[in-house]
């Protein structure tokens, strides 16, 4: 007898299963968008051994409402607004579906045609959807992949730079003289990459932003470079940023693509968040530049309805990823791959395995169209110009940066100077979140303590951002009454 459900069964629980997500979906506006459970309490919760025998799927949902809900962060909940939100759309879930169903292993081409063949037909549709450079796509000479995140996708980009920096790097590995420039406002994936690639941390080199933005100078990036290749170092990556996670600051690609070849290094653009946008033309201006770049890339599990995990990434020479990182057993040969007419994904990447990844990404476009995608983006970003009016017109509150798509910093003004603002406003923090309400995370922007509201939850709409103003106000005002004479 098979371990696994009958398929009528499946069927049945199935119903159940998917009963439960449209009931929570439907209901999470009326529950807090996280609450305060402390360390343990979920393990306390729990039986510590695993059952001998087995039990009904109701018994799994009862626990799920009882233990797990209560203890998650509902990210999916109209009124999240902390980091960048996650977007799992139903679409998504139900192309996830699918692919889970067909629980295929698109390691090869040979191990399963469509699923390296919907990829690329799909990423090279977003690369035109997005106003990408044709060399960015298969028929360009380039290509596009789905990586777990942006943190892959920067490490593959780099792991390509190192080989094509030097053929040598396969066989002797880095040579200590490698060099990656980033700012103060990258993410930390950057530096993650550098250390997983094993250049050490002294391989980074932080360069400074232009006087008065968080934005990477491209004069300091020259001279950083001139120095280094003066000492004997050698450029080998450069990441510009597109919309940072702090802020939403753009560093000037073009610029900087500009600076990063005269000594040949790979330029890899950062967009995780941000990148997306430019499927709005009024929009696409971010991404000048991007035509200069070896590398690209956006998620589609931020903002874009398609649930974790859906890095994009495309870079300009399809051949760059699989030289550094291809790597043949005998139980992997085919004809298919000696035939060199196909994409072998494995060779865009650090795992062997993957997932149908594209199904779901696929089911989200299908259903929304990518008019939907353009609404959902927009509707964020006027939501966002709409909440920096308010901020702008209250006394109680400043903009900690200017407004970047759907980002919005903000901090609590106190007239009794920027300490006291930094205290009220984390204070204020603490307080909205506490409230279950909303949620809300912070950065240090140019030294000072502010609030980061990232508009773009599934379901955000006006009712949401303005319950969360009216809630932000009503704490600065108890917090504000308490510090001024
Ligand atoms: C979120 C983010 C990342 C990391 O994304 P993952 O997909 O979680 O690795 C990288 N860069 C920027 C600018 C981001 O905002």
Known sequence: ???????????????????????????????????????????????????????????????????????????????????????????????????????????????????????????DGFAAALGLDPAFTFAGGGGGCIQDSASSAALVALLAALHRASPGWRETGATGAERVYVTSETHSSLAKAVRVAGLGARALRVVDTAPGSLAMSPDALAAAQRDDVAAGLRPVLVCATVGTTGTGAVDPVRAVAGVAREHGAWVHVDAAWAGVAALCPEFRHLLDGVELADSFATNAHKWLLTAFDAGLLWVRHADALPAALSITPEYLRNAASESGAVVDYRDWQVPLGRRFRALKLWAVVHGTGLSGLRSHLREHVALAADLADRVRADPLFELGAEPSLALVCLRVVTGAGPEADDAATREVLTRVNASGEAFLTHTVAGGRYVIRVAIGSVSTGPEHVDQLWQRLRSEAVAVVGQVSP
Not at 38 to 57: N, S
């Open 1 to 123: 007898m098979s371990a696994d459900l009958d398929p009528e069964e499946f069927r049945r629980l199935g119903h159940a299963v998917v009963d439960w997500i449209a009931d929570h979906r439907a209901g999470l506006e009326k529950l807090p968008v996280q609450t305060g459970v402390e360390p343990g309490w979920v393990r306390a919760q729990l039986p510590a051994a695993l059952p001998e025998d087995p039990a009904p799927l109701q018994d799994l949902l009862d626990t799920v409402d009882r233990v797990v809900v209560p203890a998650s962060t509902l990210w999916q909940h109209p009124r999240f607004f902390g980091y960048f939100p996650a977007n799992a759309s139903l679409h998504s879930l139900l192309g996830d579906v699918l692919s889970g169903a067909l629980g295929a292993q698109g390691m090869l081409w040979s191990t399963s045609p469509a699923t390296t063949e919907v990829e690329q037909v799909l990423l």
